[in-house]
């Protein structure tokens, strides 16, 4: 779709101003970068929350009819504007013809999840028979993991992130014990550097070099969710593999964000959700991947009917042919009310693609990082207090969408400051903002109000009082 070179943030932030002749930071280059932006049409597929509609604004601090900044797709997703209209026509078919629904219209009910699993392809780079649309997240997770972890005396371990999220964490330690074996041991965290916030590829890799025969199954998160770290998918795995362990990934924050390639890169494994860049609403229709190669060596380990091939499903003869690879993991029938929402926003990701979107991202992103630096870092601000420290690694390629702030004063007075504002971003602990422009619907613009209103904030001395 797009063929001319990548510009980087700061060439088209600086392109625009000698256009302009204006600063860096004024608002006109921003509107300038939506006027270019050939995704900005994506913007009205969406519901954008309005101020007056958001229970934590302070009305004499924004003009309540205008659009919240939504900056939290990290999180959760918006609306695709296509998301009633397409549960309306399953409501309406469940009502005029009840159970006829299972094999009629856009989506017969008993293959909804299989006639939208095609759009979820390019997104995580697979082919569809290694793609399955099933429960949520965790449940897929000990699903994959009571296959893939098979432990024995000598290769027992698990080896994830100290900092994996808590799910992950839990499931991993339950797995553990689930197999008798003592979570100490067979746990394996990988932390960071003392004094730093991200993991290092090359600390990662000698852990697994100096361990790899030990570990039974490699579990990291693609896009780590509190750093926004990427991690380098392809080399884990196959340094992992290479030791013999299977390589499974998270990527709850990496799916819809960054581009994948799960089955060009061999990964064993992967499992995801859909309510966060894949807009899918809360709770929605998670998914999972199961490499090919072991489409008839790895079987699930629990097996429901949804898991038999559908020409002899209704035989009810209770004997099992199970579908090789992925769809074989399936247990119970879809719901159907949760593969609308997901059809209404895939259906937007195969328009956009996801490498145009990719390509704004990293414009997005880079601008609100530009800009965030004008006001805020040591090297612009000659060490003026109050700082922020975006610890999202810098490089394009170690990262998504999402940028973690931290400050030099009270996070918690800025939060709360910026919620009142209408910025729609969250905190997670110990002390970082994450704020995630999303290129499907955010716009440059958006961005700029965010930083204006964040330095607003900084500046202000009756917030530094709440401080
Ligand atoms: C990285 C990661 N893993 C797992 C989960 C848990 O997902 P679920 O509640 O859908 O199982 C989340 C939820 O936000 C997440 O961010």
């Known amino acids: 779709m797009e063929s001319s070179p990548l510009e980087l943030p700061v060439d088209a932030v600086r392109r625009i101003t000698a256009e302009l002749k204006c600063h860096p930071t004024d608002e006109r280059v921003a509107l300038r970068l939506d006027e270019e932006d050939k995704l900005k049409h994506f913007r009205d597929c969406f519901y954008i929350p ?5 229970p934590s604004i302070d009305p004499s601090l924004v003009n309540k009819d205008e659009n919240a900044i939504y900056l939290l797709g990290n999180s959760l997703g918006l609306q695709p504007k296509m998301v009633r209209t397409y549960l309306e026509e399953e409501l309406e078919k469940w009502a005029k013809m009840g159970a006829y629904g299972h094999d009629v219209g856009k989506r017969p009910w008993i293959i909804g999840d299989e006639s939208i699993v095609g759009l979820m392809k390019d997104i995580v780079g697979a082919h569809e028979k290694e793609i399955v649309l099933m429960n949520a997240l965790t449940v897929n997770l000990h699903l994959l993991l009571l296959s893939f972890f098979k432990p024995t005396p000598r290769r027992h371990k698990i080896l994830l992130e100290s900092k994996s ?15 008798g074996l003592d979570v100490e041991k067979s746990m394996r965290m990988i932390k960071p550097r003392q004094g730093e916030e991200t993991l290092r590829m090359e600390d990662i890799l000698k852990v697994i070099e100096e361990e790899g025969d030990s570990i039974a199954v490699i579990l990291f998160s693609g896009v780590q969710f509190y750093t926004g770290q990427f991690f380098d998918i392809p080399a884990i795995t196959k340094a992992g593999q290479a030791k013999g362990c299977f390589v499974g990934f998270d990527l709850a924050h990496a799916v819809g964000n960054v581009e994948l390639h799960l089955h060009d890169w061999g990964v064993d494994f992967a499992c995801w959700c859909s309510y966060k860049y894949l ?17 008839h060596t790895i079987k699930p380990a629990l097996v429901g009917w949804f898991g038999h091939e559908l020409s002899t499903r209704f035989k009810m003869d209770n004997k099992l042919q199970l ?15 949760l593969v609308c929402p997901l059809h209404a926003s895939l259906e937007l990701f195969q328009q956009a693609t996801m490498t145009a979107l990719r390509r ?3 414009l997005l992103t880079g601008y609100l990082e530009y800009m965030l630096k004008q006001y805020h870092s040591k090297e612009n601000t000659g060490n003026k207090e109050p700082l922020v420290n975006i610890i999202t690694p810098s490089r394009v390629e170690d990262r998504g969408c999402q940028l973690t702030l931290t400050f030099s ?17 969250d905190k997670r602990e110990p002390d970082g903002i994450r704020v995630a422009p999303v290129p499907l619907y955010n716009s440059f613009h958006d961005v700029y109000k965010f930083v204006r209103l964040l330095t607003a904030i900084l500046d202000s001395t009756e917030a530094s009082q709440v401080f």
Do not use: T
């Open 165 to 179: 999220f808590p799910s992950d964490h839990y499931a991993i330690e339950s797995q553990i014990r689930l197999h």
């Open 279 to 295: 807009n899918s609403g809360a709770g929605g229709l998670a998914g999972a991947f199961v490499h090919e190669k072991h489409a």
């Open 50 to 54: 309005k101020m007056r509609d958001l």
């Open 409 to 425: 004063v009270s996070r918690k007075g800025v939060f709360e400051e910026l919620e009142k504002r209408g910025v729609v971003c």
């Open 323 to 337: 579908i090789p690879g992925a769809n074989g993991f399936r247990i119970s029938n879809p719901p159907i009310l």
């Open 360 to 362: 704004k991202s990293i």
